[in-house]
């Protein structure tokens, strides 16, 4: 099943605790084995459990693609060591003094939405790495991570924003807005998703699924 509602220890807002691409899913240790079973089953790529800077906030400290993986500076040796283990996976360290590279950077193959805040020194990094960059702010949010769902076959975005089509164009992929978690408008924090499937809070609501469902590229 594509569509998988739960909590991670009866928090809603499960997009913090993980990121998903089509190749690989990055979750916290402290999840039970029967739900790392269904989020197997619902976005159908290998699942690594892991800490980042010595907590379960993957989604917010990590950022990334189906082959690079983007980390702060802050992660300890032997968690860097542990994501290095990943098989074709690109881990690459960030010096940046906005470690939640989740909630500032979003990710559709070679592009990358951006936060006006972060250095120029990381724009220029993610340019060396190939990445083609959009600096840009989301419903007048620098936090452009936090505010959109990506995945490769569609996006959600936070529903007050009114850059839509310019972020269309700039990603060459279909979107449109919506909400997660009873009108949560940032709502990469409620969602893990991939283009097989995605994971929301227990309190997405059936009209908030319903869009979702579209916007990701899922009823196409």
């Given at each position: 099943m594509r569509i998988l509602k739960l909590n991670f220890h009866s928090n809603s807002n499960v997009g913090l605790f993980g990121l998903a691409t089509d190749s690989y899913c990055l979750l916290p240790k402290?999840?039970?084995?029967?739900?790392?079973?269904?989020?197997?089953n619902a976005l159908k790529v290998p699942v690594y459990q892991v800490n980042i800077y010595?907590?379960?906030?993957?989604?917010?400290?990590?950022?990334?693609?189906?082959s690079t993986l983007l980390i702060p500076n802050v992660l300890w040796d032997h968690e860097i060591k542990e994501l290095n283990k990943i098989k074709n996976l690109k881990v690459v360290i960030l010096e940046t003094k906005h470690t939640a590279l989740?909630?500032?950077?979003?990710?559709?193959?070679?592009?990358?939405?951006?936060?006006?805040?972060?250095?120029?020194?990381?724009?220029?990094?993610?340019?060396?790495?190939?990445?083609k960059i959009k600096i840009l702010e989301i419903a007048e949010n620098s936090t452009v991570g936090s505010c959109i769902a990506i995945?490769?076959?569609?996006?959600?975005l936070h529903r007050d924003a009114e850059n839509l089509k310019?972020?269309?164009?700039?990603?060459e992929l279909k979107g449109d807005i919506g909400t997660?978690?009873?009108?949560?408008?940032?709502?990469r924090t409620g969602i893990i998703a991939n283009s097989h499937g995605y994971i929301v809070g227990k309190e997405t609501t059936g009209p908030e699924l319903?869009?979702?469902?579209?916007?990701?590229?899922?009823?196409?």
């Open positions: 402290n999840l039970k084995d029967s739900i790392v079973d269904e989020i197997k010595n907590t379960h906030l993957i989604g917010m400290f990590c950022a990334g693609n189906e989740g909630n500032n950077l979003a990710f559709h193959k070679d592009k990358c939405l951006i936060s006006s805040n972060m250095e120029k020194s990381v724009i220029e990094k993610l340019k060396d790495l190939g990445f995945t490769n076959k569609g996006f959600l310019e972020i269309e164009k700039f990603l997660v978690n009873l009108g949560n408008p940032y709502v319903q869009r979702i469902d579209e916007s990701l590229g899922f009823l196409n």
